[in-house]
């Protein structure tokens, strides 16, 4: 029963991923009536209405995608999907709801999971220390206390990354705990490469056994980061950003 429910959900997933907007195609457009025509050509177009409504409508069309794909799932699989997806802040109170959820859902999925959300709680720690270490020059005593739990990577080594005293030592601390592609980064440079690693590692999921539930779960935050996407680059053409501020904010 398991593999037949699994099945229908990544058959409906996998049939929907090849619709992906690509951040490159979001930066061909050079205004936001270039971005609302490119949008007219997605799935999207389904629920969009006008340019002033574009948030809404977005938000909508994931609500709606949201509830589809996990409407085959039981109890259990959908309070993992919703702690996750919840629009609250992510801190340690709903960490732990995270990792409670974890542990309801099938045994040979919460490895897996723990890896993919383990990876996610890293991302938010690592910004964590980059903001109030480099940012704000705190101490660490002042900001360790609220770093997630039950990330893949542990205290020792963040304790290490917060040692760094600029942005250049910062980045040099990151390079012993993830593979970056180079040494010289701006904040918005570094932000956006870490964001690409996180999402890259996602992408495994697509391969080996195909009827797992983190397939659908992926799905669902690829698709999150999208819409995000979308939101960026429209706010960027509202503000005049440049074209290069523009391709950081696209993640």
Do not use: C, H
Not at 57 to 73: C, G, S
Not at 111 to 139: A, H, M, P, Q, S
Not at 170 to 198: C, M, V, W
């Amino acid at each position: 029963m398991r593999s037949i429910k699994y099945a229908y959900v990544n058959a409906l997933v996998r049939s929907i991923k090849s619709e992906f907007v690509t951040p490159e195609k979001l930066l061909t457009a050079e205004n936001k009536a270039d971005l609302f025509n490119i949008l007219t050509s997605t799935p999207y177009v389904a629920i969009l209405s006008t340019p002033e409504k574009l948030y809404k409508d977005l938000d909508i069309y994931f609500e709606k995608l949201y509830k589809k794909v996990i409407n085959p799932l039981n109890n259990n699989e959908k309070n993992l999907f919703y702690f996750f997806f919840s629009n609250k802040k992510t801190d340690k109170t709903k960490a732990s709801l995270i990792k409670e959820s974890i542990k309801k859902i099938p045994l040979k999925e919460q490895k897996e999971f723990e890896t993919i959300i383990g990876r996610y709680f890293d991302l938010i720690n690592i910004f964590t220390v980059l903001k109030y270490k480099i940012i704000y020059n705190l101490k660490i005593e002042d900001f360790f206390p609220y770093l997630l739990p039950y990330g893949t990577i542990k205290k020792p080594k963040l304790k290490s990354l917060s040692t760094a005293e600029n942005l250049y030592e910062f980045t040099q601390n990151l390079q012993n705990i993830i593979n970056l592609p180079g040494n010289d980064y701006s904040f918005a440079s570094l932000k956006k490469e870490l964001f690409k690693n996180y999402y890259e590692s996602l992408n495994r999921v697509w391969f080996g056994y195909p009827f797992k539930l983190s397939v659908p779960f992926v799905f669902l935050v690829l698709k999150k980061r999208e819409i995000s996407n979308i939101k960026a680059v429209w706010t960027a053409f509202s503000y005049n950003l440049a074209k290069n501020e523009i391709e950081n904010m696209a993640v």
